[in-house]
Nanobody, 128 residues
Framework: QVQLVESGGGSVQTGGSLRLSCAAS????????MGWFRQAPGKEREGVAI???????VYADSVKGRFTISRDNAKNTLYLQMNSLKPEDTAMYYC??????????????????????WGKGTLVTISS
């Protein structure tokens, strides 16, 4: 079965950086659409970034220029490099994967329907 395990979360001050990792098993990262999502306290889950199997990445407006999604096919791992962190970035961050080479165009507004597999999340807290 597919399993996604996030790591790298923690607490940092505004302007700091964190690198999240998502180790996948029972699933080949290079052959599928994958992404990062987050859920802040009192809010619904929202899309952060996705990476296409062949090429291309898409970011939410709120993280453009600050976050970078990438993958290491040899390690079968997805990453999210987060720089210039802000208090509003505080959330539980989830790694997700779709059982397809293609991504769903509605990934940001409807994450639960766009992705098929989810990790349990890693907490990121940014203090002001």
């Amino acid at each position: 079965q597919v399993q996604l395990v996030e790591s790298g979360g923690g607490s940092v001050q505004t302007g700091g950086s964190l690198r999240l990792s998502c180790a996948a098993s029972g699933y080949t990262v290079s052959n599928h659409c994958m992404g990062w999502f987050r859920q802040a306290p009192g809010k619904e889950r929202e899309g952060v970034a996705i990476i296409y199997s062949i090429s291309g990445t898409v970011y939410a407006d709120s993280v453009k220029g600050r976050f970078t999604i990438s993958r290491d096919n040899a390690k079968n791992t997805l990453y999210l490099q987060m720089n210039s962190l802000k208090p509003e970035d505080t959330a539980m961050y989830y790694c997700a994967a779709r059982n397809s080479l293609f991504c769903d165009g509605r990934w940001y507004i409807s994450p639960n329907s766009a992705m098929d597999y989810w990790g349990k999340g890693t907490l990121v807290t940014i203090s002001s």
